[in-house]
């Protein structure tokens, strides 16, 4: 396995640190107390095997007279520093706690500025229904908040809260809405690269990549505004209530694709057209 020659470092290293103290011959036609060191290296933490090995190794005579703790934390850093050595990793700056409160300060992080679900985030109350459930012991009266949200930067989402007052059917309809988050790689920052087409139901929506700003219907352009894509034309066709258009909305955003996606799938390169006119392509 990987660690055969781990475990074999470290055997040839505490014999070099044991022979000087000692005196004795190294153990090389021992094949059973190898076996037993290298259990010892390979067995879980707190393992019968890990507290064997450990007496073992601090009941040896080349350990008299010395602490057992300071023997375990050697091997312990004689392991730690055979693995790394084995991993065989890059030389890295060690980093300090300065460095890390300075890019806690500079707000550094890892996600793309396109998926940073954080910022002005705004919301939408589309529809607010009164339902109704028949019970064995009556009719019971119920709200039901329909909200979309989005933070004008290829992100958005929308909820569906239901409570006994309206109020609170709109706040549990909002707080859904951050959950139910969708992302959008928008093309240049306002647009889309392709046609799409969404179906909830008997209500398809189809949104078609233009130039010349955001029109169709009402519905799916404010859930367009709220996500920052504003080169849209939105048609919605079937039965157009206001829970199939949004569904069928977002449905068609899930299936977006950025031009880095296509050209991955596709196995080719990106290049603009300046460059390739220089190239001759």
């Given at each position: ?109 890892q996600i793309p500025p396109n998926q940073l679900a954080h910022g002005p985030w705004g919301e939408m109350l589309i529809r607010t229904d009164r ?16 909200v979309v949200g989005g933070n004008l930067r290829g992100c958005g989402g929308f909820g569906v809260g239901k409570a006994f007052e309206p109020e ?114």
């Amino acid at each position: 396995s990987d660690l055969e020659p781990l475990m074999g470092d470290a055997i040839r290293s505490l014999r070099a640190q044991a022979q000087p103290n000692s005196g004795r011959a190294a153990m090389e036609n021992d094949v059973e107390a190898q076996l037993r060191m290298m259990d010892f290296f390979t067995s879980a933490p707190g393992s019968t095997e890990d507290l064997v090995g450990a007496r073992r190794a601090v009941a040896l005579e080349a350990f008299e007279g010395e602490d057992t703790d300071a023997i375990m934390e050697d091997i312990d850093r004689l392991v730690d520093k055979e693995r790394i050595d084995y991993m065989d990793l890059p030389p890295t700056d060690p980093i300090s706690l300065e460095d890390l409160q300075k890019d806690a300060n500079k707000g550094a992080s890892q996600i793309p500025p396109n998926q940073l679900a954080h910022g002005p985030w705004g919301e939408m109350l589309i529809r607010t229904d009164r339902v109704c459930k028949m019970w064995r012991g009556g009719r019971i009266e119920s709200y039901r908040a329909l909200v979309v949200g989005g933070n004008l930067r290829g992100c958005g989402g929308f909820g569906v809260g239901k409570a006994f007052e309206p109020e609170d059917a709109v706040e549990i309809a909002c707080r859904m809405a951050k959950r139910n988050i969708f992302f959008v790689d928008r093309y240049r920052g306002r647009g889309l690269t392709r046609d799409l087409v969404g179906r909830q139901n008997s209500c398809k929506v189809y949104l078609r990549a233009t130039d010349n700003g955001l029109r169709g219907n009402p519905l799916s352009c404010e859930i367009l505004k709220l996500m920052g894509i504003t080169n849209v034309v939105a048609k919605a066709h079937g039965s157009r209530n206001h829970y199939n258009v949004v569904r069928a909305t977002f449905k068609a955003l899930l299936t977006h694709e950025s031009l880095e996606e296509i050209a991955m799938k596709r196995g080719v390169r990106l290049i603009n057209l300046q460059k390739a006119k220089r190239l001759r392509i």
